[in-house]
C-alpha cells in the first residue's frame, strides 16, 4: 500500500480547514461589524474596509492557522480526521521555514497542489519546494 496521500483525502482534509478558518474568520468579521455599528458613522466605514479586505485576510489566516498547525503538531484538524500527517524528509513535523513556504503557497497558490496528481510520491510543487510529503496514518480519527 502507497503510504503517500493522494488528491481525495487532501482535498478533503483542506476544505475542512478551511471551513473551520471561514467560520472563525466569519465570528471576526461579525463581532468587528457590531463593534462598528456601536461607534457610528466612522466605524461603519472601517467596517466596510475591514470586510472588504477578508478576500486577501482568509488566505492570510489559513496560512497562519496551517503553518501553526504543521510546525507544531504535523498536521491540522482536518487531516487529523483523515488519518493524514504532513512530514519533512527526516519523518518528522516540518520546521519553520519549511512550514511557512508550504503554507504560504499552499494559501495563496493552491493549484501548485495539483502536480500531485502525476507525481509517484503525491508532492504537490508546494511539498517539493518545501521538501515535505503528506502521508497516511494508520487510522483515521472521528
Known amino acids: 500500500m502507497n503510504p503517500y496521500a493522494g488528491l481525495v483525502s487532501r482535498s478533503a482534509a483542506y476544505v475542512l480547514d478551511g471551513l473551520i478558518v ?6 471576526a468579521a461579525l463581532t468587528f461589524a457590531l463593534f ?11 467596517a466596510r474596509l475591514v470586510i472588504s479586505s477578508y478576500v486577501v485576510a482568509v488566505p492570510t489566516m ?14 491540522t484538524p482536518g487531516m487529523l480526521l483523515l488519518g ?10 516540518p520546521r519553520w521555514f519549511a512550514g511557512l513556504v508550504r503554507a504560504l503557497l499552499l494559501a ?4 501548485l497542489a495539483l502536480w500531485l496528481m502525476v507525481d509517484r ?3 504537490g510543487l508546494h511539498d517539493k519546494l518545501a521538501r515535505t510529503s ?3 496514518t494508520l487510522t483515521p480519527r472521528g
Do not use: K, N, T
Open 84 to 93: 493524514l500527517r504532513v512530514v519533512g524528509r527526516d519523518g518528522r513535523p
Open 22 to 27: 471561514a467560520l472563525l474568520a466569519g465570528a
Open 36 to 46: 462598528a455599528s456601536v461607534l457610528g458613522a466612522e466605524g461603519r466605514e472601517l
Open 134 to 136: 503528506v502521508i497516511r
Open 108 to 111: 495563496y497558490l493552491p493549484i
Open 121 to 123: 510520491r503525491h508532492q
Open 62 to 75: 489559513m496560512a497562519v492557522y496551517c503553518f501553526l498547525f504543521w510546525v507544531l503538531a504535523g498536521r
